[in-house]
């Protein structure tokens, strides 16, 4: 199995949580995306890849190299385990009430925009462990190696 992945722009929660109080909607409702079916990291990662010219290559580590390393990335939640679950909601009723999703396209457009307008310093607050993760690849791929 593929592990999903599952978000949520802030803006559609915000634009849900409005619609239903005009109308008077009550309940309790999942408000992860997208809309039904499963998506894949790979799909999260290539759509995202979509909206900049930065030349991007992807390099996928096994789970259970990166378990064995403890190792976690963001937005992504192993398969197996306690958190197997997570990734699986289903948001069928917040759906049929109103709730909707913005193309993952717009959401990384605006979130790399907003990025860029942040200051220099919080800027490096949220950058990736660019380090760690070249010495994982390293590793891995000296791994890979010795195993074909």
């Known amino acids: 199995m593929v592990n999903p992945v599952q978000t949520v722009d802030v803006r559609d929660l915000a ?24 998506f894949s990291m790979a799909e999260f990662l290539h759509g995202i890849r979509a909206i900049t ?31 197997r679950g997570a990734v699986h ?13 913005r193309p993952l396209a717009v959401t990384a457009l605006d979130t790399l925009e907003w990025f860029k307008a942040e200051p220099v310093a919080r800027q490096q607050e949220l950058k990736l ?10 590793e891995w791929k000296a791994r890979s190696k010795k195993g074909s």
């Open 15 to 38: 634009e849900f949580t409005v619609h239903s109080a005009e109308r008077e909607t009550s309940g309790t409702f999942n408000a992860a995306g997208p809309a039904q079916d499963d």
């Open 53 to 83: 010219s930065a030349r991007v290559g992807f390099t996928w580590l096994d789970e259970a190299f990166l378990a064995e390393k403890k190792v976690g990335f963001p937005m992504w939640v192993p398969y197996k385990g306690k958190a």
């Open 129 to 138: 462990e660019v380090e760690r993760d070249a010495a994982l690849l390293t």
């Open 89 to 101: 909601v289903r948001s069928h009723r917040g759906i049929a009430v109103g709730l909707k999703f």
